[in-house]
């Protein structure tokens, strides 16, 4: 009988939300005319079991509208389970690329970004 591990199904479940939410963060922005490229590569990862490496190139000209956005975190127990780096260190490190990328593409210099966490509740 074939068994799958728990760690697959994780990764299934979260980057569904990753893309969902990157998804409509982009398609939002298409109201403005705006062309966005993305480019997503993964790859298995030869030395972890079931483990895959996901690269996503994002590429587009910045709006010239300021750009209002809410991030919203997951900061649940299930963000503290695993080993080292944890899931919710990939969560930082991608919120502090995304609001660095906002801010470097700013040309009218009156984007802004909220951030919204959640666990139970928000």
Request: with cysteine.
């Amino acid at each position: 009988m074939k068994r799958f591990l728990q760690l697959r199904n994780i990764l299934n479940e979260r980057s569904g939300k990753v893309f969902f939410v990157l998804f409509f963060l982009f398609s939002a922005s298409s109201l403005f005319a705006q062309e966005i490229v993305v480019n997503r590569t993964v790859t298995e990862n030869p030395t972890v079991c079931n483990q895959y490496d996901v690269e996503l190139e994002i590429t587009g000209d910045p709006s010239a509208a300021p750009s209002d956005v809410v991030l919203v975190i997951d900061r649940s127990g299930s963000m503290d389970d695993g080993p080292f780096p944890e899931p919710i260190d990939h969560a930082k490190d991608a919120a502090i690329d995304f609001v660095n990328n906002l801010f470097n593409n700013n040309p009218t210099g009156m984007n802004r970004v909220a951030i919204v966490s959640y666990a139970a509740s928000a």
